[in-house]
């Protein structure tokens, strides 16, 4: 049987602002771009009485069983979508996993895609959008690859044609828990990103806003607040921010020049620490 070849692009906070809690889950209002950064999945349907799934690559190691694409066969096999069909998934994982940049999220994301435009899942638009709240707060983001808001009542809106950017993706060796660093949320912001228009995307109007989740991982991790400021030294950056819960910090710029030349400076420095220059999609 065939086998198909997927993309899966990572996701990039580009800000995030939380407005309050609700049960157990933070109300969370986000601007969000995806890079040329991706992991690649291979999809193929096999005779068997189970799907396998398997992780190859840097960023494979330490994937729990139970994970995002696991989870989405489970539950699409609960609601009977997969109508019995059974495959074989296979992962190479380019993107650092506990970075803020959402890989887990986006492969289940871009997996029930690949599921929904081969007809091989058939459910309304509405249904996909509770399939992806059962897996992770996150999926939802990638069920559309492209720039967007998402608002505090989990309502996304989309924006094409907006401005590329060159980004300098960095990762420490180690992650942050996303649990963890939610759970130390102390203060609310009021609703910030109202703005629905492409300028929203524009570096100048991002400057001004910030990731609330920063402050928490920087005081926790001095390692990132000491990488933060060695980062926006590196051939003037717009701006640096911390993507999600981290660990990876983003600095962006207009240039490829100015990106590359940072990434060389970044490397001679932090030999030990995963870097990356990309691209917004």
């Not at 396998?52 to 330490?62: A, D, L, P, V």
């Not at 929904?116 to 058939?122: A, R």
């Not at 638009?125 to 967007?148: A, Y």
């Amino acid at each position: 049987m065939s086998q198909h070849k997927i993309k899966s692009h990572a996701k990039l906070n580009l800000a995030l602002n939380i407005t309050g809690k609700n049960s157990s889950l933070h109300k969370v209002e986000t601007i969000v771009a995806f890079v040329s950064l991706h992991d690649d999945i291979l999809i193929k349907r096999i005779k068997g009485k189970k799907h396998i799934i398997s992780f190859t690559g840097k960023f494979s190691q330490n994937i729990s069983k139970n994970n995002t694409v696991s989870k989405l066969l489970k539950v699409l096999e609960k609601k009977n979508l997969l109508k019995n069909e059974k495959f074989k998934i296979k992962i190479n994982k380019r993107i650092p996993t506990k970075a803020g940049l959402g890989g887990g999220s986006m492969n289940a994301a871009n997996i029930l895609n690949y599921f929904v435009k081969k007809n091989i899942v058939k459910t309304s638009k509405k249904e996909l959008i509770v399939i992806s709240r059962l897996i992770g707060s996150d999926v939802i983001l990638g069920l559309n690859s492209t720039n967007s808001i998402l608002n505090i009542n989990n309502k996304i809106r989309y924006f094409k044609n907006c401005q590329k950017i060159y980004t300098l993706i960095v990762k420490p060796n180690f992650g942050c828990s996303t649990k963890e660093i939610y759970s130390r949320v102390r203060k609310f912001n009021k609703q910030k990103y109202n703005r629905f228009n492409n300028k929203i995307f524009d570096l100048n109007y991002l400057k001004k806003l910030d990731n609330c989740l920063e402050p928490i991982a920087l005081s926790k991790y001095s390692k990132l607040k000491t990488i933060k400021l060695f980062l926006e030294s590196l051939s003037k950056p717009f701006f640096v921010r911390m993507t999600g819960s981290g660990s990876a910090l983003v600095a962006y710029y207009q240039s490829k020049d100015r990106c590359e030349n940072a990434k060389k400076k970044f490397n001679k420095k932090y030999k030990n620490y995963w870097c990356i220059a990309s691209k917004t999609i």
